[in-house]
């Protein structure tokens, strides 16, 4: 079995340019984790790219061998830098993790 993690934000920007911007940046750096923690079995991470004023901004899923792993990957280094940059522009985040 997988331990699916899904991830989805808010951005803070009270300007859509603003949110695009920093949702983008978010993408680019959770997906720049592939290939560095090794707990990762695949990830995709997507900047919203319709319905701006209702959607989510951002969304990322990530599978991993099981719940060890993912806590394990929450303790990386390159993801804390990561959710660093990512906590300092969010204004909100939902999660749900899962097994497929």
């Known amino acids: 079995m ?3 993690h899904v991830v989805m934000w ?3 920007a009270p300007d859509a340019p603003t949110r695009r ?7 680019r750096r959770l997906q720049a984790l592939e290939g560095v923690v090794p707990q990762l079995l ?9 319905y701006a004023d209702v959607n989510w ?3 990322l899923i990530a599978d991993f061998a099981d719940l ?3 806590e394990a ?3 990386h280094p390159a993801h804390e830098e ?5 906590r300092s522009v969010a204004g909100g985040r939902a999660a749900v993790d899962y097994t497929v």
């Open 57 to 59: 901004d951002i969304t």
């Open 10 to 12: 808010k951005m803070a």
């Open 82 to 86: 990561a959710a660093t940059y990512i």
């Open 73 to 75: 990957y929450q303790m």
């Open 42 to 50: 695949s990830i995709s991470a997507g900047a919203n790219t319709e």
């Open 21 to 27: 911007e920093h949702a983008q940046e978010c993408a």
């Open 2 to 4: 997988t331990l699916r």
């Open 68 to 70: 060890a792993a993912l």
